[in-house]
């Protein structure tokens, strides 16, 4: 399946200009750019990525739209990936888990990183085949904090608001609520802060964000924590 959308996806960009090649066009290069476009660059500098010897254990939570732990493989690390829905990337250096990252059957302090890129936010509220769960991000991170050694390193990215909310398939966090989030269990190192201005994505100063709307993601932090 993955690969036909591939052929037709590849055979409507060949094709003479029509409705759904500038949609594409659009929607990869134009005024649709997500968040992804600063997250995947960020979240490559901050594993500390040594090369070749690379060998460090990653686990990439929430995967299934994303082909950033195959990245991670194909750099060196041994990586797994864990979602609620199946995921089709194969790679050697990758092993896939269907789960429940808020409760898992990975040994204590297994990982030496953990890495979640704009997932955290949906966990618990059932938007993406997950269980139902209020407090589903706690019990995330209370997880992921168990499987990660001391001292390991937790990056992740949540949207971000100059006030918390509750949409309807994410959480949108401000300062307080990732403290209350992480600190328990975690140290934050660094928090790097993004925003969309019609599509453009550049970086943003806490005392410039505003109170967002709707169910997109506006602004997104990115945030690096090691385990205490």
């Given at each position: 399946?993955?690969?036909?959308?591939?052929?037709?996806?590849?055979?409507?960009?060949?094709?003479?200009?029509?409705?759904?090649?500038?949609?594409?066009?659009?929607?990869?290069?134009?005024?649709?750019?997500?968040?992804?476009?600063?997250?995947?660059?960020?979240?490559?500098?901050?594993?500390?990525?040594?090369?070749?010897?690379?060998?460090?254990?990653?686990?990439?939570?929430?995967?299934?739209?994303?082909?950033?732990?195959?990245?991670?493989?194909?750099?060196?690390?041994?990586?797994?990936?864990?979602?609620?829905?199946?995921?089709?990337?194969?790679?050697?250096?990758?092993?896939?888990?269907?789960?429940?990252?808020?409760?898992?059957?990975?040994?204590?302090?297994?990982?030496?990183?953990?890495?979640?890129?704009?997932?955290?936010?949906?966990?618990?509220?059932?938007?993406?085949?997950?269980?139902?769960?209020?407090?589903?991000?706690?019990?995330?991170?209370?997880?992921?904090?168990?499987?990660?050694?001391?001292?390991?390193?937790?990056?992740?990215?949540?949207?971000?608001?100059?006030?918390?909310?509750?949409?309807?398939?994410?959480?949108?966090?401000?300062?307080?609520?990732?403290?209350?989030?992480?600190?328990?269990?975690?140290?934050?190192?660094?928090?790097?802060?993004?925003?969309?201005?019609?599509?453009?994505?550049?970086?943003?100063?806490?005392?410039?964000v505003w109170n967002t709307r709707g169910e997109t993601t506006s602004i997104v932090a990115i945030i690096t924590a090691t385990k205490k």
């Amino acid at each position: 399946m993955l690969e036909l959308f591939k052929r037709l996806v590849i055979f409507v960009l060949k094709s003479p200009e029509n409705p759904v090649k500038k949609m594409l066009r659009d929607l990869f290069y134009g005024e649709v750019v997500l968040e992804r476009i600063v997250e995947y660059p960020v979240f490559f500098s901050l594993t500390g990525y040594k090369g070749k010897s690379e060998k460090r254990k990653v686990l990439d939570v929430g995967c299934y739209y994303s082909n950033f732990p195959i990245q991670l493989a194909s750099m060196g690390f041994k990586v797994w990936g864990i979602d609620p829905e199946p995921y089709q990337l194969i790679h050697p250096n990758f092993t896939f888990i269907q789960g429940d990252v808020t409760k898992t059957d990975f040994k204590s302090g297994f990982f030496d990183i953990v890495t979640s890129v704009s997932t955290i936010e949906h966990i618990g509220l059932g938007f993406y085949k997950d269980k139902n769960q209020n407090s589903g991000d706690t019990a995330a991170v209370e997880e992921i904090s168990r499987i990660l050694k001391k001292g390991g390193l937790f990056v992740l990215s949540v949207p971000y608001s100059k006030s918390f909310r509750l949409g309807k398939t994410q959480r949108f966090y401000d300062t307080k609520h990732i403290n209350i989030l992480l600190s328990s269990k975690f140290k934050i190192t660094n928090r790097l802060l993004y925003a969309s201005y019609k599509g453009k994505w550049m970086p943003v100063d806490e005392d410039k964000v505003w109170n967002t709307r709707g169910e997109t993601t506006s602004i997104v932090a990115i945030i690096t924590a090691t385990k205490k």
